[in-house]
């Protein structure tokens, strides 16, 4: 038997969490489909999720529905996707969308290559579209490929953020909680529905500030900015040469290490293990040569593995400038065929840079150049512009 | 005598706005300190506003409080003292501070140039700061430059994008209406405190979307990103030469009228007038010269007009690239100057980037070049990255 819950947070220590809850974010709301599993103690309950996104998106100002705006070019409802498909234990999601919205969403899930996703057809209301979910997880539908689960969570498809410890938090509620009719008067439509129709009870679960909802134009600058943010937590340097540690191929990586103290700098000795770990930023170093061999063994490897699906993923590729080893005539002509590698491989999400920095002979000028360089690629890999791509920068 | 109210609103309509304000956000309050003014009609009332700014920040997760958090370098409450120094009827502005920000907040007021404001020291509560703020402005205080006002807006310090309508409604409700206790209800503290010490009666009125406050780090990122964009809305094209209409100059110009068609781009004729207007966005074009003669003398008005001081200002000096002319090295070493001009007017706020723009004889491929011009001036406006000044970008 499945030990339940994941995680190890006790369901005594859930429970004492639940209470108190004023004012609190009705973050997800899950309903019992049937008793059954309520009495099986530890075990692990079947777990689907439907998410409403049938919505007009009125208040955010914008023509497109609020579910479906782009964040970094994805529909923001591929994000929330994103975030219940890492749960493991929740094994079927079911998406109410309009008539009109159907092959988008259909574009969307290929496109993201979203997987254990059904899609029924949303309702006039809110209430409809979770009750034509709720349908298609029920046994009793003809060619019904979805299980019935024990616990359902009805999650906002506007919510992106939404994390794995509070979707636990609802369903051991969900098993464990008789509920209270108090909890009620803080809840939103959707636990009057569950009470209403359902004959079941429900619970308010407080969420976290991060389990917010994208409702305004400004809720999707935050969340762009938020998920900006969190994609460029760690930078992979490589370099293409290993063998003299004192290069300036290291300085620079130094120089990084210390002036974005915030950010983690990992050396890409092990490329393929730093993909799987989902780095999403990458400055490749070449100092023996002016061409792009090294950067684009890094391109083919990226475009390999998938990485830029879900979310753009910056290379920076620097030359040191000596003026001296090769002409610089000669050398900005190759240097500048980045802006055809860097239109080639928009294609597949990776935003490709190109950096000069200047390499005087000066130990001071020197410092300064490779201060200038770290602060290049902090703004490049921040703002992740893709009408930049394909310039050249000079530190 | 003054008319009152100002904009043309009248007083019934501004009534019936106010009814029915079930959940709406408590964006500002307003006391009466006297009854006087209530009884003179339409005449305009004196009004003075008290910023209660001693808050810690603690749901922002991040050591700065929330008010003093920088948006473009300028911290979040010269914003909020900006939106209400612009409203003509308010007099005074009483900003309650901590002893420890006091001489912060000096510099802030000094640095940005606000007017007419005066500083308290904040209490241990909201209440008590909101408390000195009000007691600054009665009559009784020895030594005060203050004029007793008959209306006093409460304003929280964090939210910066306050309208003259939603003051002018609180304004006018304060003079208005008796008020109900009804509405008591639907508030926060604040009117508790109005109601309990003052013995006046308060009304709640319902604000913008865009009046929300500033409490999670999420709401920093929207604010800057609203910011960004309401100064990103108008560009100004400079040429170095009037006479030929058919110049490249003008196709650029013509451009970025296509491809940004919600941003307003002007012609730049009468420099003085669009810097007085606000523009923030300027596109220096130079066909006759390689050097920064023209974009220099703009750079000088700026510095001049003091445009720079609330919010960063992006010039961007374009040169086209026809191989021809003049020998590219030499080119290349007269553009390359721009690093340092951008290191200098960088000390007055002003974000100065180089384009060039390859000019080549094929009628497409020169298109296609136009179009890679503009999309770098959007990318470049509309991220306002300090990170990048200085740099020359080629399209």
Redesign the interface.
Known sequence: MESWPPGGSGPAEAGRRLRGLRGADLAASASLLSGAGAEAGCSAPAVAAVLPAGGSGE?MGVPTPKQFCPILERPLISYTLQALERVSWIKDIVVAVTGENMEAMKCIIQRYQHKGISLVESGVTRHRSIFNGLKALAEDQPNCRLSKPEVVIIHDAVRPFVEEDVLLKVVTAAKEHGCSDYDLEFGTECLHLALKYCHIKAKLIEGS??L?KVT?K??L??????IKERISQQICVVMDTKEDEEHVGHRLEEMLKNELNHVKVTSGRDLQQIILEQCYNFVCVNVMTSDFEETQKLLNMLEESNLSILYPVVVISVQFLDYESVP??QKMENL?QI?EFAKQVKKRNILLYGLLVYYPQDEQKLQESLRQGA??I???I??R????IG????A
Chains 1, 2 share one sequence.
Do not use: C, H
């Not at 512009?385 to 930049?388: A, E, F, K, Y």
């Open positions: 208040r500030p991060d917010w305004y400004r809720d600058y935050a969340a762009e900015s938020i610089f005539g500048m802006r602060t290049i902090a703004a490049l921040k703002e512009n893709s009408g930049l310039q050249l920068l000079v």
